[in-house]
């Protein structure tokens, strides 16, 4: 079953803008990730934010968690063409250990 | 140098035949994966090792059958391919089960069944 569900489904922006992208989860984890795809690669992992912290930055990235809504949101600040992907949260631990359970993911197109 | 690294990149095979896939870490790491993911780019996971041995197997037809003869490496055998295994297969690793920081993707090998 699916742990993380994204919102929204496609997103599309001008160079410049801010992205935010939410992530829903339906059970317990030990900490949740993001995940960047771009067309016909592989997963890149970005961020990794655990169950005890709210808040997280890397560069231009900022994730939050909010484990009493079993929500997680990702911003990308500034955003440029390059960042054009399909952004896929995915939960790890409680009842997922061993393995990450993947959202379906937001594809993200950002104009130049 | 590449950390995961799966091979092929494309198979393109008929119904009924056999195939395998590898799948090779440098990273040291000592748990490894295997994703399936569908034409709606939805990622299942299929199975994962640890240190070669077998801990998830999510319900998968034992058509598929993985094997690991080193922590380093992590192959997947289809047997008797069928239209709907066509997709994108992806191996991973993780340092660990714990998986505290994140995981590490290879770049996919597109499977289509004709």
């Known amino acids: 079953s699916q742990q993380g569900e994204e919102d929204p489904q496609a997103l599309s922006i001008q160079e410049g803008e801010n992205a935010t992208m939410n992530c829903s989860y339906k059970t317990s984890i030990n900490n949740l990730q993001w995940y960047r795809q771009n067309s016909g690669r592989g997963l890149v992992h970005l961020i990794l934010i655990r169950s005890n912290e709210r808040e997280k930055h890397s560069g231009r990235l900022r994730v939050t968690l909010d484990t009493s809504k079993k929500s997680s949101s990702l911003l990308i600040t500034a955003s440029r063409a390059a960042d054009t992907a399909s952004y896929f949260c995915a939960g790890a631990g409680g009842t997922s250990y061993g393995k990450l359970t993947f959202g379906q993911g937001t594809i993200l197109t950002v104009h130049p | 140098d590449t950390a995961v690294s799966q091979t092929p990149k494309y198979l393109v095979t008929q119904m009924g035949n056999d195939k395998s896939i590898k799948c090779e870490q440098n990273l040291g790491h000592d748990t490894m994966y295997w994703y399936k993911q569908d034409s709606k780019k939805f990622l299942k996971i299929m199975f994962s090792?640890?240190?070669?041995?077998?801990?998830i197997n999510e319900t998968v037809p034992n058509r598929f059958s993985p094997k690991s003869p080193d922590k380093a490496h992590l192959n997947l055998h289809i047997n008797s391919l069928e239209l709907g295994d066509s997709a994108v297969y992806f191996c991973?690793?993780?340092?660990?089960?714990?998986?505290?920081?994140?995981?590490?993707f290879g770049s996919g090998t597109r499977l289509t069944v004709v």
């Open positions: 090792y640890n240190n070669k041995e077998l801990i």
């Open positions: 991973a690793s993780s340092q660990d089960l714990a998986d505290l920081y994140g995981y590490t």
